[in-house]
């Protein structure tokens, strides 16, 4: 066992497998757990077939367009939420929704396809990065096993963390958790986007954590503005009503 | 006819999950990410775009939405 190479691609391939795993997280405890591990299944399938048909090549592989596509429909999907989620908060409050079991209306009754696409985009692509850390590493230093064992490991300690911390999760009212995963993804689909057009983010992957922090200061900001929008369009239209009377 | 029934199916998803309730959010956001690439490609910094395109976006949908009564 080469124990660098072991750390180094443990530490590295940690920062995507911690994107990978809160993706999956949110689409089950929001949406549908059915829904991410099949999603998750279909990521992980398709990510052993390309690294199985493209093996060392993988170390000159351009992600970048991929990144793009992943990262601008992850903008598109998380905004509705990112939306829905001020709208409702700031109208009912941040306790709405305590105690039901579904997030969001569009959550179908029969299979949930657009919770199991974004677990599939998730962990696909996060799936790609860590297998180019791996072959990265792991061939630099002529230690791929060490730098596969490191890659497993990570990916064994952060899906237990995530797997023992979902029933925190859970427990957010509904349409906080809704703004939230919205904030979350659209966190996700600016960092990807950019890095698709070679953006260099301040900070390197830190900035998903500015970028997060960001998104979620303006919803707040926003939900205050949001109610004031609401009170002047009430006043007007009880404006209006008086008018209509007084001609009458 | 299955696979006509099973495209269609296809593309009404993917036309759903990326314009959803209000298409301009994904335009205004294309735009962006198109303004951005052509920064980087003149060798300026574009990181700072993003994150205003994106609020941008979302605040005149969530403004329209209140308009009309969300």
Redesign the interface.
């Given at each position: 066992m080469n124990w660098g190479v072991f750390i180094s691609t443990f530490l590295a391939a940690s920062i995507e497998v911690i994107e990978m795993v809160a993706i999956v997280v949110a689409v089950g405890v929001t949406r549908s757990w059915r829904a991410a591990r099949v999603g998750a299944a279909g990521g992980l399938l398709v990510l052993v077939v390309t690294v199985a048909a493209l093996g060392a090549a993988l170390e000159g592989l351009s992600l970048e367009t991929l990144r793009?596509v992943v990262g601008?429909?992850l903008?598109?999907?998380g905004?509705?939420w990112?939306?829905k989620g001020?709208?409702i908060v700031s109208r009912d409050g941040w306790a709405t929704g305590v105690g039901d079991e579904d997030v969001d209306d569009d959550v179908p009754e029969g299979f949930d396809?657009?919770g199991a696409?974004l677990s599939f985009k998730g962990v696909a692509l996060e799936g790609l990065e860590v297998a180019v850390i791996v072959v990265a590493f792991g061939a630099a230093a002529d230690a791929i096993g060490s730098a596969i064992v490191g890659a497993a490991a990570s990916l064994v300690v952060i899906g237990a963390l995530g797997a023992a911390t979902y029933r925190y999760v859970a427990a957010i009212p509904r349409r906080a958790l809704q703004l939230f995963v919205g904030a979350m993804l659209?966190t996700f689909?600016?960092f990807w986007?950019?890095e698709g057009?070679?953006?260099?983010?301040?900070g390197g992957d830190f900035?998903l954590v500015w970028?997060g922090a960001?998104?979620v200061a303006?919803a707040v900001g926003?939900m205050r503005?949001?109610s004031g929008?609401?009170r002047d369009?009430a006043v007007r239209e009880q404006g209006d009503a008086a008018s209509a009377a007084g001609a009458a | 006819m299955v696979a006509w029934r099973w495209t269609k199916a296809v593309v009404l998803f993917l036309v759903d999950y990326i314009f959803g309730d209000d298409w301009t959010v994904a335009a205004l956001i294309a735009l962006g990410l198109l303004a951005a690439w052509r920064l980087e490609e003149a060798g300026a910094a574009a990181w700072w775009l993003l994150p205003p395109v994106v609020l941008a976006a979302n605040v005149q949908s969530l403004r329209r939405a209140v308009r009309n009564g969300g």
């Amino acid at each position: 066992m080469n124990w660098g190479v072991f750390i180094s691609t443990f530490l590295a391939a940690s920062i995507e497998v911690i994107e990978m795993v809160a993706i999956v997280v949110a689409v089950g405890v929001t949406r549908s757990w059915r829904a991410a591990r099949v999603g998750a299944a279909g990521g992980l399938l398709v990510l052993v077939v390309t690294v199985a048909a493209l093996g060392a090549a993988l170390e000159g592989l351009s992600l970048e367009t991929l990144r793009l596509v992943v990262g601008a429909l992850l903008l598109a999907f998380g905004s509705q939420w990112y939306r829905k989620g001020i709208l409702i908060v700031s109208r009912d409050g941040w306790a709405t929704g305590v105690g039901d079991e579904d997030v969001d209306d569009d959550v179908p009754e029969g299979f949930d396809w657009t919770g199991a696409f974004l677990s599939f985009k998730g962990v696909a692509l996060e799936g790609l990065e860590v297998a180019v850390i791996v072959v990265a590493f792991g061939a630099a230093a002529d230690a791929i096993g060490s730098a596969i064992v490191g890659a497993a490991a990570s990916l064994v300690v952060i899906g237990a963390l995530g797997a023992a911390t979902y029933r925190y999760v859970a427990a957010i009212p509904r349409r906080a958790l809704q703004l939230f995963v919205g904030a979350m993804l659209i966190t996700f689909g600016t960092f990807w986007a950019g890095e698709g057009l070679r953006v260099d983010w301040p900070g390197g992957d830190f900035a998903l954590v500015w970028l997060g922090a960001l998104y979620v200061a303006a919803a707040v900001g926003l939900m205050r503005i949001v109610s004031g929008w609401r009170r002047d369009v009430a006043v007007r239209e009880q404006g209006d009503a008086a008018s209509a009377a007084g001609a009458a | 006819m299955v696979a006509w029934r099973w495209t269609k199916a296809v593309v009404l998803f993917l036309v759903d999950y990326i314009f959803g309730d209000d298409w301009t959010v994904a335009a205004l956001i294309a735009l962006g990410l198109l303004a951005a690439w052509r920064l980087e490609e003149a060798g300026a910094a574009a990181w700072w775009l993003l994150p205003p395109v994106v609020l941008a976006a979302n605040v005149q949908s969530l403004r329209r939405a209140v308009r009309n009564g969300g």
